[in-house]
């Protein structure tokens, strides 16, 4: 009998257990790592992540940088390339391997954004898009304003609360479009075609609320910025907060620090309209009564000059009734004109009379129609002699003619014409066609060609 003794040995991990307590471990201890080194061993397989290793003169760490993140990498990394990334600490459990997950890279040293701002900074500035004789004025009291933004952004709620504040009574229209990612910069440009196209608006808002430098990176792009300087209405860039330049603040006619800045500077204030109106009624009413003043002056001095207008009446009416005798003998001259005028055309009209014509149209008429019942006459006779030779003939061939003069037609069960007794055996049913009706037989006996007849 064996004695089983307890195991004292302490609890081993499973590798699966010891990879996840480290990954944990590293995840807890790195929130997030900046490092940098020389790019090496790049594959990019066809789900699209990143897999490479960093590496100084010393060591190298494997890192992933999936499709998410790298997709916003505007130029592919290659081999050898000194890159700067961010990302977590963490460890890859199937294999036990230490990792990066990077969530950005950018070149080492200046940054590829960076880098990329002030070259189409310096690219445009040599063009003259920032040239201070290119922009436009903005309008002080502006009719209609235009807004290039994300409907669910903050900026387009504090542009309206500033609007509603300051001049509610300026329509506000949304050319809404993406601010961020790689489909905003052709978003953008597409709205400001649809504002200019619309025509409504005299002042144009392009903008968004702040961001990190990739976040308003589309403000930035070149097509955003050479369709902001083409734009042919005024517009404002309002992008981010007061810290944040971008290529549109030097393209754009006017920059504001923040969408709200930019609707406070464009819009006029109502109070300060309200008080303008009140000082401009109070001038008004002045000059109002210095003018009645001035007329009821010159009235006084006008009527003093005035002479009585009942001699003046009284030549007037005479010159009337002259002119009206003379128009009554002209009508009365053309009207008598007219009457003997019409007269002449009528005795015109009575000799060279159509009756005689109808007349002798109407004899033709008659004669034509005696003649074409003759010729219907004939025809149909014609035709009714053809008919009845053609029935005549149809008669003489037809089958029924020769069934009345007693014969049949026999019929196989089939309702074929049978010619031949040889095609018929007994017991098979016949019909017979007859003059009058038809009858069906059984065949009880048959005699073939050259016998006397066929019993049935």
């Known amino acids: ?33 900046w490092v940098e080194g020389e790019l090496s061993s790049f ?79 310096a690219k445009l500035q040599s063009e003259g898009l920032f040239d201070a004789a290119s922009k436009k004025t903005i309008p002080p009291t502006p009719r209609h304003i235009g807004v290039v933004t994300s409907p669910t952004g903050a900026a387009i709620h504090d542009i309206l609360t500033v609007l509603r504040r300051r001049c509610p009574a300026i329509p506000v229209t949304l050319y809404p479009t993406a601010v961020q990612g790689q489909a905003a910069a052709a978003d953008i440009v597409q709205a400001i075609a649809n504002a200019q ?18 976040d308003l990176w589309c403000f930035n792009e070149e097509a955003v910025a050479r369709a902001i300087a083409q734009c042919t209405i005024a517009t404002v860039s309002a992008v981010g907060h007061e810290v944040d330049v971008t290529i549109a603040d030097f393209v754009a006619d006017l920059r504001a620090p923040t969408p709200s800045a930019a609707a406070e500077k464009i819009s006029p204030d109502q109070l300060a309209w309200a008080r303008q109106l009140e000082d401009q009624k109070s001038r008004l009413g002045h000059a109002s009564l210095r003018l009645l003043q001035r ?13 009585d207008p009942r001699r003046d009446l009284q030549d007037k ?45 109407d004899a033709r008429i008659d ?20 008919l009845q030779s053609t029935v005549q003939t149809l008669n003489a061939v037809s089958p029924l003619a020769t ?27 016949i ?26």
């Open 367 to 386: 004669n034509l129609r005696q003649r074409l019942a003759l010729a219907t006459r004939h025809r149909l006779k014609q035709t009714s002699d053809r």
């Open 43 to 121: 594959s990019r397989p066809s789900s699209g992540h990143w897999y490479f290793s960093l590496k100084d003169q010393k060591s190298q760490v494997r890192c992933a940088m999936f499709r998410g993140a790298n997709q916003r990498i505007r130029t592919l990394p290659k081999e050898g390339d000194q890159v700067r990334i961010r990302g977590k600490v963490t460890l890859y459990e199937n294999r036990g391997d230490f990792q990066i997950v990077a969530e950005h890279m950018e070149p080492a040293g200046l940054g590829a954004l960076q880098q990329a701002f002030e070259a189409l900074k």
């Open 431 to 456: 019909r017979a066609q007859l003059a009058h009706g038809q009858v069906t037989a059984r065949v009880c006996d048959r005699i073939e060609k050259g016998q006397q007849d066929l019993k049935l």
């Open 295 to 307: 007329l009821q002056t010159q009235l006084n001095h006008l009527s003093s000059r005035l002479k």
């Open 197 to 214: 196209s619309h025509g409504v608006a005299d002042v144009l808002i392009i903008g968004r609320g702040g961001g990190s430098l990739e």
């Open 403 to 429: 069934l009345g003069r007693g014969y049949a037609i026999i019929k196989n069960d089939q309702d074929q014409i049978v010619r031949d007794a040889g095609d018929l055996a007994e017991g098979d049913l």
């Open 317 to 361: 009416a005479q010159r009337m009734d002259e002119l009206e005798m003379r128009l009554r003998q002209v009508i009365t001259r053309r009207l008598q004109q007219g009457h003997q005028r019409a007269d002449h055309l009528q005795q015109r009209m009575s000799a060279q009379s159509p009756a005689r014509l109808l007349t002798a149209q």
């Open 1 to 33: 009998m064996s004695t089983r003794f307890p195991d004292t040995r302490p609890r081993a991990l499973s590798v699966s257990e010891l990879n996840h307590q480290a990954r944990h471990l590293l995840e807890s201890s790195f929130m997030q790592v």
